[in-house]
């Protein structure tokens, strides 16, 4: 039985209208135990605590939380464990890129079925493949998807979705939202532009530039920080929407403050420490018990775990306390 117990009308506008695809969207972390097995009980309480602060989204099994080695059953864990754990308080997205339209669509299926009200989806991974096999890819996926679709522009990926591009697919009725992550100012203006009129929901992906965003007409963010701090992307969003614009400014130099982790010199040398930075923080908050990830062999270097928290204090957190001072 589906988790949240609603019926669904496959692509209708009806279903669509009945959601909010913007805001802040925490994209979170996959908890593991020792042995690399995901610990979806433990996703299940993080989301709580994303909601309760006030996120309007989160998004599961995305390239943060290790997607790329996630296999059917962790990712329909996922989303069933998130889905219990966020109820009607929060739109739940999740990660339903495959090898393929076929795979993809049955990823979406199973996200549907456990409880997902967004199947989000990346261009084909590994190879690069032109604009016209991008939309018939993402409209084919859309088309059988019986939930809404978010697209997710990811820099790192061969094929980019191009502004015409998404400008086509956002005439789709399943298509209601997408992530783009490019660190480009100048081309999510250009988004806002091609898709203006339409029903997509352009949310930023880059932490820096939330802020710029919403000014330029974003509807929100998809935001990894936001999965460890959400506090402070959830009082900028808000802070805009009311018009306290130097409230959002202060707020959005916080949370570039606190981006500083992303460039420890051993982000660059293994995505473990990606996401073991993000579960320390995590771990730290009360959050997270463990800091495994889904890789094996991987060992933080001591030294690394004491820049994190010089990292932490610089952007105004003490780790001791750091409710407390999100909350401030």
């Not at 805001?23 to 709580?48: H, K, N, Y």
């Not at 495959?98 to 299926?109: D, E, I, L």
């Not at 004491?306 to 306390?321: F, K, N, T, Y």
């Amino acid at each position: 039985m589906n988790p949240r117990d609603k019926a669904r009308t496959d692509n209708s506008q009806t279903a669509r209208t009945k959601k909010f695809y913007g805001g802040v969207v925490a994209v979170t972390i996959t908890p593991c135990r020792p042995a690399g097995e995901v610990d979806p009980q433990a996703l299940g309480r993080l989301c709580g605590k994303l909601a309760d602060a006030g996120c309007h989204g989160v998004f599961v099994a995305g390239s943060t939380g290790e997607m790329p080695l996630l296999d059917e059953r962790d990712r329909r864990g996922l989303t069933q464990a998130a889905a219990e754990a966020l109820g009607s308080r929060a739109v739940l997205y999740s990660g339903a890129t495959g090898t393929g339209v076929r795979q993809t669509v049955q990823y979406a299926r199973n996200a549907a079925d456990d409880g997902a009200d967004v199947a989000v989806v990346m261009a084909p991974g590994f190879f690069k493949f032109g604009q016209p096999e991008l939309l018939a890819y993402a409209r084919a996926i859309a088309d059988a998807s019986p939930i809404p679709v978010a697209l997710y522009h990811h820099r790192r990926l061969p094929t980019e979705f191009a502004i015409d591009t998404v400008a086509r697919l956002a005439e789709h009725p399943n298509i209601v939202a997408m992530k783009d992550t490019s660190v480009d100012l100048d081309r999510f203006r250009e988004l806002v532009a091609a898709t203006a009129g339409t029903n997509l929901s352009l949310l930023q992906g880059s932490e820096r530039l939330i802020h710029d965003s919403l000014r330029l007409g974003g509807a929100g963010c998809v935001a990894a920080m936001a999965g460890v701090a959400p506090e402070w992307h959830v009082a900028l969003y808000n802070a805009y929407r009311e018009r306290q614009d130097p409230a959002a400014a202060r707020y959005q130099q916080q949370i570039v403050d606190l981006c500083e982790l992303f460039r420890l010199d051993e982000i660059g040398e293994s995505f473990s420490y990606f996401s073991y930075t993000l579960k320390f923080v995590l771990r730290r908050r009360g959050w997270l018990d463990s800091t495994c990830g889904m890789m094996l062999g991987f060992q933080p270097r001591e030294a690394f775990e004491l820049r994190v928290l010089e990292v932490l204090r610089s952007a105004g957190l003490d780790p001791a306390r750091l409710d407390a001072s999100l909350a401030g």
